[in-house]
């Protein structure tokens, strides 16, 4: 059974940083491209960062760039998103995403449950 488990939220003041964990088990995810999604309360979900798998690709979403950074450890099968100088406006649930391919763009195959930030002003 494949599961994409995220670790790592919690409570911060603005100006803070959090560490995102998300621990993948279940198959081989050698040919997947791992990343992040965030859902505000009242807005949809939206794309925060990939990275891909085989060849560390990266792509990050404008309203992130130079403050977050995404990571993996292909050995633990895990993905991390370092979140610096968070903002209240990056508040809300974070979901880990795996889609096979180089991008999440073609339709995400397996979601994570999500992990709570919130930051406060």
């Known amino acids: 059974q494949v599961q994409l488990v995220e670790s790592g939220g919690g409570l911060v003041q603005a100006g803070g940083s959090l560490r995102l964990s998300c621990a993948a088990s279940?198959?081989?995810?050698?040919?997947?491209?791992m990343g992040w999604f965030r859902q505000a309360p009242g807005k949809e979900r939206e794309f925060v960062a990939r990275?891909?798998?085989?060849?560390?690709?990266?792509k990050y979403a404008e309203f992130v760039k130079g403050r977050f950074t995404i990571s993996r450890d292909n050995a633990k099968n895990t993905v991390y998103l370092q979140m610096n100088s968070l903002k209240p406006e990056d508040a809300g649930v974070y979901y880990c995403?795996?889609?096979?391919?180089?991008?999440?763009?073609?339709?995400?195959?397996?979601w994570g449950k999500g992990t709570l930030v919130t930051v406060s002003s």
């Open positions: 279940g198959r081989t995810f050698n040919n997947y491209a």
């Open positions: 995403a795996a889609a096979k391919g180089l991008t999440l763009g073609g339709g995400i195959d397996y």
């Open positions: 990275i891909s798998w085989g060849n560390g690709t990266i």
